[in-house]
């Protein structure tokens, strides 16, 4: 029997020098040591994230849009180990998480009520980058790993990408704003960091509610500016027909001069708007014909006309089902026509 243990355990350190061998249970709560959220080891990127004290739990990182101090989707965390496991510790916020190592996915997990360790990897050996992505707001609580591991923050040196715009920016419609949305998309196909800004309902000179100042115009110094984007894409006009088409030109005139003054080298570019069922084809080309001129006003804006792109022929395959906001194939699809145009203008 003895012999029989001692040749299942060199079988085991030879597998996990191989390919890793996974532990059987998780670690006690005294073999394993919390890497904080608040660590500086931690990259935290994708936009802005703010330190939030959560009652009966403690310290948490959440990401956060800035201009209205509230919790926003899209943010990405990520940490290198060395530990043979990692475990990540989250209280149940609803959604899903998406955990990444090495680039390859690992897990991916609905986060329940009764759910506040999730395992991301055992038996392994070297040191590993792990990302960690969320489809609805973004919260990290911290990482179990071994007591004697070491962490490090990773190197990051991407350009940023500061998408701003309605609820076709925020996500609305997708299965999973962190991962499948027009934002995180767009940036995974340019190789840069997307920053998801976009509010529903919400357009240059349109906050809502009324009484909101969330508006393009009113926050494009604290979400666009202040982050000093190397590159910025606006996705206004459905919510602005309820304004003159001159109005609208000449808000959106502003909101870029507005960045072109502050940023001026950072490139700019103006999406046009995209046939859905409920615009009138006259309202589609009235406010792209503005989007352009109020683009072409400025030196740093190019307009990315999506005029024909869609219609009733294709409405089913890109459209989610309310028929306004697309699906995952739809943000899919806008992101590849957007990466299409910026990368040509990059490469300059």
Same mark, same amino acid.
């Given at each position: ?5 001692? /040749? ?6 030879? @597998? ?6 996974? $532990?059987?249970?998780? =670690? @006690? ?7 904080? =959220? ?11 994230? *703010?330190?939030?004290? #959560? ?11 800035? /201009? ?17 496991? @990692? ?8 959604? %899903? ?6 680039? *390859?996915?690992?897990? #991916? ?6 759910? *506040? ?7 392994? $050996?070297?040191?590993?980058?792990? #990302? ?20 490090? %923050? ?25 991962? $499948?949305?027009?934002? =995180? ?26 009484? @909101? ?14 982050? %000093? ?47 859905? =069922? ?7 080309? $009235? ?32 459209? /989610? ?15 590849? #026509? ?11």
């Amino acid at each position: 029997m003895k012999k029989w243990l001692y /040749s299942v355990g060199i079988i085991c350190m030879v @597998a996990a020098l191989l390919t890793g061998c996974q $532990t059987s249970s998780p =670690p @006690a709560a005294d073999e394993k040591q919390l890497i904080a =959220p608040t660590s500086p080891e931690w990259l935290y990127t994708h936009g802005p994230w *703010k330190k939030v004290n #959560e009652p009966e739990w403690g310290d948490v990182m959440k990401g956060w849009m800035n /201009s209205t101090d509230r919790p926003q989707f899209g943010r990405r965390a990520s940490i290198e180990t060395d530990s043979p496991y @990692a475990i990540l510790r989250q209280r149940p916020i609803g959604g %899903k998480v998406t955990i990444f190592v090495d680039g *390859k996915l690992a897990v #991916e997990q609905l986060m329940s009520a009764k759910m *506040k360790e999730i395992p991301i990897y055992s038996g392994s $050996t070297g040191w590993h980058k792990i #990302e960690v992505v969320f489809s609805d707001h973004s919260e990290i609580d911290g990482l179990y790993i071994s007591p004697d591991a070491n962490v490090r %923050k990773p190197e990051h040196n991407q350009k940023k990408l500061v998408v701003i715009g309605h609820s076709y920016i925020d996500g609305t419609g997708s299965s999973n704003r962190g991962l $499948t949305s027009i934002t =995180p998309v767009l940036g995974d196909i340019l190789g840069m960091e997307s920053i998801n800004q976009g509010i529903g309902r919400t357009d240059v000179d349109v906050p809502v509610p009324a009484s @909101a100042k969330n508006s393009g115009l009113e926050r494009v110094q604290t979400d666009i500016i202040q982050l %000093k984007p190397d590159y910025v894409l606006s996705v206004y006009g459905y919510n602005a027909r309820g304004m003159t088409p001159e109005r609208f030109e000449a808000d959106y005139v502003t909101f870029l001069k507005t960045i072109q003054d502050a940023l001026p080298a950072t490139s700019v570019f103006a999406s046009g708007m995209i046939s859905v =069922p409920s615009l009138s084809e006259e309202s589609e080309l $009235t406010y792209n014909v503005a989007i352009k001129n109020a683009c072409a006003s400025v030196s740093n804006c190019t307009f990315i006309d999506l005029a024909g792109k869609w219609s009733e022929g294709n409405y089913n395959q890109y459209l /989610s089902n309310d028929g306004v906001h697309p699906n995952d194939s739809g943000y899919r699809f806008l992101a590849e #026509e957007y990466a299409k145009v910026m990368s040509e203008v990059i490469k300059k």
